[in-house]
């Protein structure tokens, strides 16, 4: 069974800077590395939304227009974990955050079979 962990939420002044990471077990080296990762968010009261995309490979990337420039996605493939580097914060970031697996890079959160527990993270004014 695939299981997806994430880590490095936390409470954050506005500004400040934050890497969650999203560990993967139950793959074999080469089905993490043939699969595309996600980041997800939901804040309370709001529909989940889509943060950032990875290839397979790593190659390509795709962030949301509202973090673009301040979040950054990664991953490594030797160690089935995905990062995303989250800079200069802002409260509306504010949400839990969830990682994905999928077939490929979809922002719809429709095409990822595995999804992680979430991260907490609140940032403050």
């Known amino acids: 069974q695939v299981q997806l962990v994430e880590s490095g939420g936390g409470l954050v002044q506005a500004g400040g800077s934050l890497r969650l990471s999203c560990a993967a077990s139950?793959?074999?080296?080469?089905?993490?590395?043939?699969?595309?990762m996600g980041w997800f968010r939901q804040a309370p009261g709001k529909e989940r939304e889509f943060v950032a995309a990875i290839s397979f490979s790593g190659i390509n990337t795709f962030h949301a227009d509202s973090v673009k420039g301040r979040f950054t996605i990664s991953r490594d493939n030797a160690k089935n974990t995905v990062y995303l580097q989250m800079n200069s914060l802002k409260p509306e970031d504010t949400a839990v955050y969830y990682c994905?697996?999928?077939?490929?890079?979809?922002?719809?959160?429709?095409?990822?079979?595995?999804w992680g527990q979430g991260t907490q993270v609140t940032v403050s004014s």
């Open positions: 994905a697996q999928g077939k490929s890079p979809d922002r719809l959160g429709i095409l990822y079979d595995y």
């Open positions: 139950g793959h074999t080296f080469r089905t993490f590395s043939r699969s595309a």
